[in-house]
């Protein structure tokens, strides 16, 4: 099916920090691995499953749209050097997938591509209500139970 080129656009703009937070995602579970930080390993592990999964929806709608998905143009990612660091640079990554996401649903009302806008309206759901507030969540632990408590109990 012949797809609209500004649609297609908008998703390889998606597509690109898709793939930076699935970067990103991926070397702070290891990091935090390497630390023996088990828990947050495991949840990283899952995010990072969750922005490959929102990667390849996106890849599939491009090829169904009949556009070329770009694989090679990545947003840039910030690797964090402490746990709260690396929290807040994942939080700010969701943020601007969120922006990015809301920019793209209107772009899809406007040009009547509602197939795409729902694909895109799941995604912001699982940013918004489970990404984000979870890392929101973590950082609120740090401060009420303090760091060193914190990173004990992820252990």
């Not at 998703?11 to 088990?38: C, P, R, T, V």
């Not at 495991?42 to 070329?68: N, S, V, W």
């Not at 910030?78 to 996401?101: I, S």
Request: aromatic residues 8%.
């Amino acid at each position: 099916m012949k797809g609209n080129q500004k649609i297609i656009d908008a998703l390889n703009k998606l597509l690109a920090g898709e793939l930076a937070a699935m970067d990103q995602y991926f070397i702070h579970s290891e990091m935090y691995a390497d630390w023996g930080l088990s828990k947050l390993y495991e949840r990283i592990a899952h995010e990072f499953d969750d922005e490959k999964a929102h990667a390849k929806q996106m890849i599939e709608r491009i090829l169904f749209l009949e556009g070329t998905p770009d694989l090679v143009t990545r947003d840039p990612i910030q690797v964090g050097k402490t746990v709260p660091e690396m929290l807040q640079n994942d939080l700010d990554t969701e943020y601007r997938v969120a922006h990015n996401l809301k920019e793209v649903i209107a772009l899809c009302e406007q040009e009547q591509d509602y197939q795409t806008r729902e694909m895109l309206r799941q995604q912001l759901e699982d940013t918004e209500e489970d990404h984000a507030y979870w890392l929101e969540k973590q950082l609120g632990l740090i401060n009420r139970l303090g760091l060193q408590n914190y990173q004990q109990s992820q252990m």
